[in-house]
């Protein structure tokens, strides 16, 4: 799918946003992936640097980075995500010479007031299986789960579950993830789960934050 001119005001988001609401699909992965990328984005001022790591997957070796700068055209505002960081990371992930076979984002997938975080709307605008993978909840009630690695609870919203809270590593905050577009939750979770090393994010998503940081530093 071409993506088209990015909405530069809320109304022209909102509109953009239910345009895409129907074409989400939570279904299960088409095939077992082999390339897992992260994508995450870092502000300098008026500009926005979005990074991308793609991982060998499930052996968790780094095969290439990726980043790409442009000027920052949206606010911040919760739900809108999408809107502020989504033409620099779907600019940067074609950037990649390898294609991804699943996304982490920094962000919602389905848990999302009308099921749009960034992961499911550029999921569908890049015809990717895509995850959200956020470090806060945007919406919904949970339960709070066991604090052992790969303990999770529903998160729930308008009695659908929209996603998991699952702890990654033992003692640690949870993370929010929910499936995107073209996975469903257990598949979501798995990934997820299999992309953590020492640390509590996963490890595509980590690494990509410090390269739009790094980046970020070589501007300033």
Known sequence: MNIPPWPKTISEAKAAQVALQDKV???????KPRFVAGVD????GDRIIGAACLYRYPELSLVEEAYAEMRNLFPYVPGFLTFREGPVLSKVIKKLSINPDTILFDGQGIAHPISMGIASHIGVLLNMPAIGCAKSRLIGEYKEPKLRRGSWAPLTYNNNVVGAVLRTRANVRPLFISPGHKIDLKASIDIVLNCISKYRIPEPLRRADYLSRRVKRSIN
């Open 25 to 31: 699909r939570i279904i299960p992965l088409s095939k």
């Open 41 to 44: 984005a870092a502000f300098a």
